[in-house]
């Protein structure tokens, strides 16, 4: 059975770690009563051979919708570049409810709960952390992550104990890990890198194409 948005080594929904992201999260139950206002799960299939992560939900995005990327531009792109390559069916409609499927890609973020002004601190990265560590231990199929930013990418090797040193960020970057798996990076998909120019959509594209090779 292909579990599309299970989650179950993630945070409760009053997940208490953070006490400011909880107090954020509060407000903004009581102002939004009908947003998901709670820890994102992770979306997509338990046999992935691809895993996105993210840096957090985005307020009026995941943090409204319940699922990563979607709400927002940078969802936009990352499912339309998805859909585009296979990697997904269906069509997106920035609901959680659309019927989107993910063929064999998992998505999360490094931070499961919506932080103020879209900045995580230090100690809320860390006290996220051991769930990024459960979400890649369970997938037995993994032959790629994806980092969105430099954020997520430096998650990822503190996940694994590995050096920041000698896994470099950098756009379209692909490095060999011990275990096996490939790291990819690529700047974040967010409205701000794309009307900046930091990140075009052949730039985005650029990184799946070269990711299929590796995903077999």
Known sequence: MIALDIDPAGPSRDCPRCPRLVAFRERHRAAHP?????????????DAR???????????????????FTG????????????????AEGTYRERSDDGLRLKSVRITNAVRCVPPENK????????????????MASLGQLKAILALGTLAHT??????????????????????????????????????????????TEMFEAVFRGLLPVLG
């Open 34 to 46: 009908d947003w998901h206002n709670a820890p994102v799960p992770s979306f997509g299939t338990d």
């Open 50 to 68: 691809l895993l996105i992560v993210g840096l957090a939900p985005g307020l009026k995005g995941a943090n409204c919708t319940g699922r990563p």
């Open 72 to 87: 927002d531009y940078a969802g936009d792109l990352l499912y339309a570049t998805l859909l585009k390559f296979g990697l």
């Open 120 to 135: 995580p601190e230090p100690s809320e990265i860390k006290n996220c952390r051991p769930f990024l560590i459960e979400e």
């Open 155 to 200: 998650q990822v090797l503190a996940t694994l104990g590995l050096k920041q040193t000698a896994y470099k960020f950098g756009h379209e970057a692909r490095h060999a890990l011990p275990n096996g798996v490939v790291l990819a990076d690529s700047y974040h998909c967010s409205r701000y890198n794309t009307n900046t120019g930091r990140l075009t």
